[in-house]
């Protein structure tokens, strides 16, 4: 895995290089200081150069929401409290709506040393396979398993895994269990059918969807909204609050409450960066994090509720007649066959997770 990373890396610096001798030839003019241009063009050694001069260190934060969006009122919140703990020596951009890339694009340049901060979950198993636990099908109740995983030695366990391969994990944050819309309600296994389903090219979760009886195509979510509106696929699955910023609710009738899918995302920094910190930044890092955990948590338990209102309030029916169990049945040979195939401990990892949600609802 290290070796990829270095591979991948390399590939992008030479990459950066390249386009950096070309455009010093050329007559362009160069991006002002302080734009979102100039401070990709930067070189990692120039900023430091910089912050050090200044005495000032300047966060760049990727995300792939709006700040309108509950991830993006936090990473604001977070922004606020760290500058003025830190007296603005610890700075914050924030470029939302995916404005620096993917988050593909944010997690490599965050070991290129181009950017700082992003937030990743069940798909940063390409850098630690044990981040699909993070976002395991069937294994979770509601959201206190998913804290009570987070916070034990699984979870501790995969933020390791997150170290090791370059990122330091800030501060986690829960997000709404996925859910799956349709234009008729789905309430067993038998309702899936042959209905051409959208995905969004999780090989996990596409295969287990398919056993169950659905045709599903990986489409981009960009997409989604024309290819559910023209009959290519007749039904998709995403949290609440994607159900609605994206308007599947004009071409969708039906949201069937699955909670086929509880996970968590976790607010990273560039591990090298957070370990070249001087003790004190470090300090005001590590206590502006420590108060973020709890705003994240009550702002999610305060608003949790809001977006399943506001599909209602479209006039979508809410199916609460799922039957989860007989999901769940139908899919675990092919979640078992999945993880046990990925080795590292992942299908004992994934029962443990299993019996601890079954502990707490007791």
């Given at each position: 895995?290290?070796?990829?990373?270095?591979?991948?890396?390399?590939?992008?610096?030479?990459?950066?290089?390249l386009?950096?001798?070309?455009?010093?030839?050329?007559?362009?003019?160069?991006?002002?200081?302080?734009?979102?241009?100039?401070?990709?063009?930067?070189?990692?050694?120039?900023?430091?150069?910089?912050?050090?001069?200044?005495n000032?260190?300047?966060?760049?934060y990727?995300?792939?929401?709006?700040?309108?969006?509950?991830?993006?009122?936090a990473?604001?919140?977070?922004?606020?409290?760290?500058?003025?703990?830190?007296?603005?020596?610890?700075?914050?951009?924030?470029?939302?709506?995916?404005?620096?890339?993917?988050e593909?694009?944010s997690?490599?340049?965050?070991?290129?040393?181009?950017t700082?901060?992003t937030?990743s979950?069940?798909?940063?198993?390409?850098?630690?396979?044990?981040?699909?636990?993070?976002?395991?099908?069937?294994?979770?109740?509601?959201?206190?398993?998913?804290?009570?995983?987070?916070?034990?030695?699984?979870?501790?366990?995969?933020?390791?895994?997150f170290?090791e391969?370059?990122?330091?994990?800030?501060?986690?944050?829960?997000?709404?269990?996925?859910?799956?819309?349709?234009?008729?309600?789905?309430?067993?296994?038998?309702?899936?059918?042959?209905?051409?389903?959208?995905?969004?090219g999780?090989?996990?979760?596409?295969?287990?969807w398919?056993?169950?009886?659905?045709?599903?195509?990986?489409?981009?979510?960009?997409?989604?909204?024309?290819?559910?509106?023209?009959?290519?696929?007749?039904?998709?699955?995403?949290?609440?609050?994607?159900?609605?910023?994206?308007?599947?609710?004009?071409?969708?009738?039906?949201?069937?409450?699955?909670?086929?899918?509880?996970?968590?995302?976790f607010?990273?920094?560039?591990?090298?960066?957070?370990?070249?910190?001087?003790?004190?930044?470090?300090?005001?890092?590590?206590?502006?994090?420590?108060?973020?955990?709890?705003?994240?948590?009550?702002?999610?338990?305060?608003?949790?509720?809001?977006?399943?209102?506001?599909?209602?309030?479209?006039?979508m029916?809410v199916?609460?007649?799922?039957?989860?169990?007989?999901?769940?049945?139908?899919?675990?040979?092919?979640?078992?066959?999945?993880?046990?195939?990925?080795?590292?401990?992942?299908?004992?990892?994934?029962?443990?997770?299993?019996?601890?949600?079954?502990?707490?609802?007791?």
């Amino acid at each position: 895995m290290k070796k990829r990373i270095e591979a991948i890396a390399a590939m992008a610096l030479c990459t950066s290089l390249l386009f950096g001798c070309s455009s010093s030839s050329g007559s362009g003019t160069a991006p002002t200081a302080g734009s979102p241009a100039s401070a990709a063009a930067q070189s990692p050694a120039a900023t430091e150069a910089k912050a050090a001069s200044d005495n000032v260190v300047t966060l760049k934060y990727d995300l792939t929401v709006s700040l309108e969006h509950p991830w993006g009122l936090a990473a604001t919140e977070f922004k606020n409290r760290l500058e003025e703990k830190s007296g603005g020596r610890l700075t914050v951009e924030i470029y939302p709506s995916s404005s620096s890339g993917s988050e593909a694009d944010s997690l490599a340049g965050m070991l290129l040393g181009t950017t700082s901060m992003t937030m990743s979950g069940g798909s940063f198993n390409g850098y630690a396979p044990s981040a699909t636990l993070l976002e395991a099908p069937w294994a979770f109740n509601s959201e206190e398993d998913v804290q009570k995983m987070v916070e034990s030695e699984i979870g501790t366990s995969i933020m390791e895994d997150f170290e090791e391969a370059g990122f330091h994990v800030l501060w986690y944050q829960l997000r709404g269990a996925r859910q799956l819309t349709s234009n008729v309600p789905i309430q067993t296994p038998a309702d899936l059918q042959g209905r051409k389903m959208r995905m969004s090219g999780n090989t996990l979760h596409t295969n287990m969807w398919n056993s169950a009886g659905a045709v599903c195509s990986s489409i981009a979510l960009s997409e989604t909204f024309n290819a559910l509106s023209q009959g290519v696929v007749e039904m998709q699955e995403n949290p609440y609050d994607f159900i609605y910023d994206q308007s599947f609710y004009e071409v969708q009738k039906v949201v069937n409450q699955t909670d086929h899918v509880y996970s968590v995302i976790f607010n990273l920094i560039s591990a090298d960066l957070y370990n070249s910190l001087d003790n004190e930044m470090k300090g005001w890092l590590d206590e502006t994090v420590e108060e973020m955990q709890d705003w994240t948590n009550q702002y999610y338990y305060a608003h949790k509720d809001d977006y399943l209102q506001m599909l209602a309030d479209t006039g979508m029916t809410v199916n609460t007649e799922v039957d989860r169990a007989a999901f769940k049945e139908t899919m675990l040979p092919v979640i078992q066959a999945y993880l046990e195939e990925q080795g590292n401990g992942l299908w004992e990892m994934y029962q443990s997770i299993c019996e601890m949600s079954e502990e707490n609802a007791k």
